[in-house]
């Protein structure tokens, strides 16, 4: 299958390794993947800080970016979300626009949610010789998504999947939030770092960059040793 990457913002800029695992994943499971070069920020940051008409043109562009038909793939939540969720609120206006948004949010798809309720799979082949915890970020829930994350880190062999007490807390960057609301923000965070610390995991998985930007921001700032991977990253480890 040839599918589409969606990089995101964060992924291109703050963390290219999981945009790079990301396609390397999808190639080992047979696929081809095409990166349009044309494509920018998705609009997010525009639409979380009310600017619906910046959003509407940031929309308008990744749609006709992504035109064509083929499947598309990001390895964040929050950018699925807004593509599959709300191009369509944010174009219902505009009919022809509408439609072409609902047909790209029917082809889009974050990694876990393509990984095990597209292809149906669950075992990639990684290996990680030790303990993991997982956060599950904030706009999964938008995507109805609750456990395919947690099925892929079980089948990794040699990973031990540790409970993380409040795992689907929000970490607190919420993009825009955690510059505006700094305090609340690093409370949020810390309370993150204080749940995680009782596990002893060796790592912490998430799929969005933003989360693990945060997360693991925070645990550098503290001079704390775990380990931050995306998703993705962590299903192309072999052991080695």
């Not at 994943?25 to 998705?42: I, N, S, Y």
């Not at 079980?154 to 689907?168: F, S």
């Not at 810390?190 to 995991?201: M, P, R, S, W, Y």
Request: net charge neutral; aromatic share 6%; glycine share 10%.
């Amino acid at each position: 299958m040839l599918l589409s990457l969606m990089i995101t913002c964060l992924g291109d800029v703050v963390r290219p390794s999981a945009g790079k695992a990301t396609v390397e994943l999808l190639r080992r499971l047979g696929h081809e993947v095409d990166f349009p070069k044309a494509q920018t920020c998705c609009g997010q940051p525009f639409f979380n800080s009310g600017f619906a008409d910046y959003a509407r043109q940031q929309a308008r562009h990744t749609i006709s970016v992504f035109s064509g038909g083929r499947t598309v793939v990001t390895p964040s939540g929050s950018c699925a979300a807004m593509v599959k969720v709300e191009y369509p609120h944010l174009l219902t206006d505009e009919h022809d626009w509408h439609e072409r948004a609902l047909e790209l949010a029917g082809r889009t798809f974050e990694l876990s949610d393509f990984l095990v309720n597209r292809l149906g799979v669950l075992d990639v082949g990684a290996r990680y010789e030790g303990k993991v915890a997982y956060h599950y970020a904030c706009h999964l829930r938008g995507l109805r998504l609750a456990g395919e994350a947690e099925q892929l880190i079980e089948h990794v062999a040699g990973a031990t999947l540790l409970p993380l007490r409040h795992a689907d807390q929000c970490c607190g960057f919420g993009g825009s939030f955690a510059v505006r609301y700094p305090n609340i923000s690093t409370a949020m965070v810390d309370d993150k770092l204080k749940c995680l610390a009782e596990t002893g995991a060796d790592c912490l998985v998430s799929t969005d960059t933003g989360c693990l930007m945060n997360i693991g921001g925070r645990l550098h700032r503290l001079g704390r040793k775990t380990e931050v991977l995306h998703l993705a990253e962590l299903l192309v480890r072999d052991g080695g």
